[in-house]
Structure formats: structure tokens, C-alpha cells
């Protein structure tokens, strides 16, 4: 395992909210629901355009850790939850942070921030070395 200590930083993610990637990530996970693809349907529920899902947030998170952790570990667990909606021309700024080591367990808490508050909060566990 590389050196992991509990208050560690990780690198920032920016991520562009674009329509491509919430039509993209809504399909990707059989999501059909219409604010996720219909600017007018969205609307007509009193938000500005379509917004990402939860499971294309997960993604990113998912993402994120994996891109910092490599192939020496493996995502045990995700405890997530939404804030703020990821709207289309809005940016996320995920960052992260060590927050427990436990012999090969380690967890990471993850914030998703866009221009109206915090998008997406978890904290991601995981398994490193042997059982990764």
C-alpha cells in the first residue's frame, strides 16, 4: 500500500456540466426519467434545465478516488448523498481527503461543489493490498 495518512488531500477534479454528459450518464443508467433529458419537462418543474442523477454523481465520485487510489485498491463502499443539482454550463469541483486508516482500510470523504453549494457529499471506502 502507498503511504496514506488520515488528513491527506486529494487532487482536484473539475468537472464541465455539460447536456452530452447528464443525457449521457441518465442513458448510461437506464435513468429515463425526463428532467434528466428534457429541458422543457424540467422546467415545467420549476428548475432551470436538466440535471445530472445520482448514479452519474456516484460515477464521478467513483471515478475520482479510483483515479487517486490506482489499481491497488479496490471501492468497498460509497456512502453518498445529493445537495445542490448539477445543472447544464455549471461546474463540479470535486475534492477529497483522507479521513480514516485502518490497517488496509481506508476511507476518503469526497465533496462535489458547484456554483449554488455542495452537489455531492460521500465518503468512499476502500480495500487495499491482499483483499483489494
Not at 425526463?34 to 452519474?56: R, S
Not at 482500510?105 to 461543489?113: L, T, Y
Request: hydrophobic share 45%; glycine share 10%.
Amino acid at each position: 500500500m502507498k503511504t496514506v495518512t488520515v488528513g491527506q488531500g486529494l487532487p482536484e477534479l473539475i468537472v464541465p456540466i455539460t447536456a452530452s454528459a447528464i443525457v449521457a450518464g441518465a442513458i448510461a443508467t437506464n435513468d429515463y426519467e425526463d428532467v434528466h433529458h428534457d429541458k422543457a419537462a424540467a422546467q415545467a418543474t420549476g428548475v432551470p434545465d436538466i440535471f445530472m442523477n445520482i448514479l452519474t454523481s456516484n460515477g464521478f465520485v467513483q471515478r475520482y478516488v479510483s483515479d487517486w487510489c490506482g489499481p491497488d485498491a479496490r471501492i468497498a463502499a460509497v456512502d453518498i448523498r445529493l445537495g445542490a443539482p448539477n445543472f447544464v454550463g455549471d461546474t463540479m469541483r470535486i475534492t477529497g481527503e483522507v479521513s480514516r486508516v485502518e490497517g488496509d482500510e481506508v476511507d476518503v470523504r469526497v465533496s462535489g461543489r458547484n456554483a449554488i453549494g455542495e452537489h455531492v457529499a460521500a465518503t468512499v471506502t476502500l480495500h487495499w493490498g491482499a483483499r483489494a
